[in-house]
């Protein structure tokens, strides 16, 4: 089986000019078919909508009261906290206004204020990853500190204990996602404190304070300490579960590109991203992400518009004879497991495995 050198040498052409010049013939179309125009009216009922509902919501928190009940309150939090940090995102990728420092305000607002992110950490990041998708030593997104999702991680620091959890990760990948909401938080606030140059430090510094230990005078005042911990546990893994299971479809499971590869900007963004089929419910659910390529390709498009750009950019990619991966959500979810299952367990072509599994998902 090819991995990803050959599959990208396999394709027709290798001149740099080419290469460029068949990504901005697609980017073309795109822009004659207005899909990178503005959405006002439905971005600024989202923005308008969101902090009425959370509001909302912690009316009704401290309405129910000292009861085990609020944990169902807990989870709608988890939902409504995730659902306005992929509304964040939007504005971090500048879906939203013409404005970058428009963008910025409300990114800051709704990430650090509402949700407790820090959207300079979180830039910092998604700016390299957006940059080359599942590449050696250049996304973080591969680089995480328990699950090895690369065989070149996975041979490191091979103590006992890391070895029989990489050994059984496939297992522990879901269970592990709930404590990314604990981890979103820890790392915002490392972020903020940390020396280096941060845009808006102590503004991000005073809106993480206000949310975070807010958050926690209000749910220690409304629920007795036993109710409040239980409440504070369903709702952080929560809401890290479903921000896990909403990224984790999206290029886990695809190929990785070594360190010292060049890839187009056509192919590096597509080759290793993968669609999610679904109806508008996936959209909702998802923010958007199940559009991953369409959203890599163009960043800056719209949320309600990516949509309409999947067929165009998939058809486009069958002309230029490039893979373009679409496949169901809980078979991406048995993708993403049995291929950091192999890759725990010690399987050195992982460039390989994705591949073939794309062909049996994709018929």
């Known amino acids: 089986m090819g991995d990803i050198r050959s599959t990208v040498r396999s394709r027709p052409g290798d ?27 439905y971005y600024w009922s989202k923005l308008v909508a969101a902090p009425l509902i959370l509001a909302a919501c912690l009316i009704a928190f401290v309405w129910i009261g000292d009861t085990w009940w609020q944990l169902f309150t807990a989870a709608v939090l988890a939902i409504l906290f995730t659902q306005i940090a992929f509304l964040g995102h939007d504005a971090a990728h ?4 013409v404005s970058g420092r428009w963008n910025d305000w409300i990114s800051i607002i709704l990430g650090d204020l509402l949700v ?9 990041k998604h700016t390299r990853h957006h940059a080359n998708p599942n590449k050696l030593a250049a996304d973080p997104d591969i680089e995480l500190p328990v699950i090895a999702v690369t065989a070149e991680t996975a041979m490191k620091h091979r103590g006992p204990v890391l070895a029989w959890l990489r050994g059984h990760q496939g297992l522990l990948f879901f269970p592990i996602l709930f404590l990314e909401g604990i981890s979103l938080h820890a790392s915002s606030v490392r972020r903020v404190l940390a020396r280096g140059r941060l845009e808006r430090r102590w503004v991000e510094i005073v809106f993480l304070s206000v949310r975070m230990i807010g958050y926690l005078v209000l749910v220690f005042l409304v629920l007795s300490p036993g109710i409040a911990f239980v409440f ?16 984790a479809p999206n290029h886990k499971g695809m190929p990785v590109v070594p360190r010292d590869m060049t890839v187009d900007f056509l192919r590096r963004q597509v080759l290793m991203s993968r669609d999610i089929r679904g109806g508008r419910a996936i959209d909702v659910a ?6 991953q390529i369409e959203h890599h390709l163009f960043p800056s498009m719209p949320r309600p518009h990516l949509r309409r750009a999947a067929p165009i950019i998939a058809a486009y990619c069958r002309e230029q ?3 373009y991966t679409q496949t169901g959500l809980f078979a991406s979810y048995a993708i993403v497991v049995r291929y950091i299952n192999r890759v725990g367990l010690g399987e050195r072509d992982v460039f390989s495995c994705p591949l073939v599994e794309q062909r049996s998902a994709i018929g």
């Open 15 to 41: 001149a740099r000019h080419r290469s460029s010049s068949t990504f901005t013939e697609l980017a073309q179309q795109i822009r004659d078919r207005g899909l990178l125009r503005r959405r006002y009216g």
């Open 94 to 97: 500048r879906q939203i206004f």
């Open 116 to 124: 407790g992110m820090s959207y300079g950490w979180w830039q910092h």
């Open 232 to 247: 504070l546990a369903v709702q952080l893994g929560l809401f890290g579960f479903y921000m896990g299971v909403a990224f």
């Open 286 to 291: 998802m923010g958007g992400l199940n559009y």
């Open 321 to 323: 004879d490039v893979r």
